[in-house]
């Protein structure tokens, strides 16, 4: 796994972890694998309330990878407090999907190498 991967995955992270503290989840757990071929994270926890934007959220990250961006986007992420850089994160992963039973929440993304 090369180290500018490892960087990408912890700002990926950031950026989702930032992205559900704003959305008021509680109890939130983190899962990261570093597979030969691909990066898989998934965030899941208690939600208080309902996300609004959260079908638009999931929408940005499976738009289209911009792999020439990649490096300027990268040193963005998980910098704002207003949840404008998550159209960033839809250019750096390839899958994005949630489930949602009751209160329970989870995100997963995946970014292929």
Do not use: C
Not at 11 to 40: A, H, P, V, W
Not at 51 to 68: A, F, H, Y
Not at 102 to 109: H, N, Q
């Amino acid at each position: 796994m090369r180290r500018r991967e490892k960087y990408k995955a912890r700002k990926m992270i950031d950026e989702l972890t930032g992205y559900l503290l704003r959305n008021n989840i509680q109890s939130l757990s983190i899962y990261l694998d570093f597979d030969e071929d691909r990066i898989r994270i998934s965030l899941w926890g208690q939600l208080t309330e309902k996300i609004p934007d959260l079908d638009d959220v999931i929408r940005l990250m499976n738009s289209k990878r911009v792999p020439e961006m990649e490096e300027y986007y990268e040193h963005l992420l998980g910098t704002g407090t207003d949840g404008d850089d998550m159209n960033l994160l839809g250019a750096m992963v390839d899958e994005a999907s949630y489930n949602l039973r009751e209160d329970r929440l989870e995100i997963k993304v995946i970014r292929y190498l």
